[in-house]
C-alpha cells in the first residue's frame, strides 16, 4: 500500500508565475489536508478536503491560492501570481475519515517550493 | 489562541547519551498529543500517540509522557544514535467528527554527534 504522494517533489517558479501542487492520497483515504511549512517555522495548517468538497480552508490566504480534490485524481493546490514568500515546503496528509483512525493523518514527503 | 510550545530550539548530544525534548500547549478541545520526527527533506513520521488519559507511551527507546493538568509533555530518547538526528515536532490534535485539526509546534532539532 503507497503511501501518500506528492508531486513534484521540488518546483522552482518565477516571481508571477503560477505552482501547480499535486497530492494523492492514501488508498482508501478520503480526506486531504495541505500544510505549509515556512523556513525555520513549525508546520501550518491551509486547507482541509473531502472528495469534490472543500471543508475547512480557514488557513488559506485569501488571494492567490486554491485548492482541490476532484471525484478522480489527485488533491490540487494552486498558487497564482507566486511571490517570493510563497517559498516553502508544502505537505499533504490524508486520512480514511471512516472506520478504525479514521482521522489520523499520514503525511506525504512535501513539495519545496522555490520562488526565484 | 491555541499554542504548542517546545524546548529546547535545538541540542546536539554524543552517541549513547540519552536526552529529554519538552511541549507545552495551551490547545483546546484536547483530543490526543503526538510526537512526530521528521527528517530533513521529509515528511513527518508519527512516533507516539497519547490520550488524555495516559500519562506514559513508549516505542522502543522512545518515551512520551503527557501531563494534561498542567499541559506538558515530554520525549525522552535513550541509547541515542545517528539516525536519531532529525526535527522533532510535538503535535496536539482536536477531533471534530472525523476531522482533526493539528496543532504543530516548530519542533526541537536534534543532532547526534560521535
Known amino acids: 500500500n503507497a503511501g501518500v504522494m506528492q508531486n513534484p517533489r521540488h518546483l522552482v517558479r518565477r516571481r508571477g508565475q503560477e505552482a501547480r501542487l499535486r497530492c494523492s492520497p492514501m488508498k482508501g483515504h478520503s480526506h486531504v489536508y495541505w500544510y505549509r511549512q515556512l523556513p525555520e517555522e513549525g508546520l501550518k495548517f491551509m486547507v482541509y478536503?473531502?472528495?469534490?468538497?472543500?471543508?475547512?480552508e480557514s488557513g488559506m490566504p485569501k488571494e492567490r491560492f486554491s485548492a482541490e480534490f476532484p471525484k478522480e485524481g489527485p488533491s490540487i493546490l494552486r498558487i497564482q501570481q507566486v511571490v517570493r514568500g510563497d517559498s516553502a515546503a508544502y505537505f499533504c496528509?490524508?486520512?480514511?475519515?471512516?472506520?478504525?483512525?479514521?482521522?489520523?493523518?499520514?503525511f506525504g514527503p512535501g513539495t519545496r517550493l522555490t520562488v526565484t | 489562541k491555541n499554542q504548542v510550545e517546545q524546548s529546547p530550539q535545538s541540542l546536539i548530544i554524543l552517541e549513547g547519551k540519552n536526552c529529554t525534548l519538552q511541549?507545552?500547549?495551551?490547545?483546546?478541545?484536547?483530543?490526543?498529543l503526538r510526537w512526530y520526527k521528521q527528517d530533513t527533506g521529509r515528511g513527518p513520521v508519527s512516533l507516539t500517540i497519547m490520550t488524555f488519559s495516559e500519562n506514559t507511551k513508549s516505542n522502543g527507546r522512545y518515551t512520551a509522557t503527557l501531563d494534561a493538568d498542567t499541559k506538558q509533555s515530554s520525549l525522552h530518547i535513550t541509547a541515542s544514535q545517528l539516525s536519531d538526528s532529525a526535527s522533532y515536532i510535538c503535535?496536539?490534535?482536536?477531533?471534530?467528527?472525523?476531522?482533526?485539526?493539528?496543532?504543530f509546534g516548530t519542533g526541537t532539532r536534534l543532532q547526534v554527534t560521535l
Open positions: 496528509a490524508s486520512s480514511p475519515g471512516q472506520g478504525q483512525g479514521a482521522y489520523e493523518q499520514y
Open positions: 511541549c507545552n500547549y495551551t490547545v483546546s478541545p484536547f483530543s490526543n
Open positions: 478536503l473531502q472528495k469534490e468538497n472543500i471543508i475547512d
Open positions: 503535535v496536539v490534535i482536536a477531533l471534530t467528527g472525523t476531522a482533526s485539526k493539528l496543532t
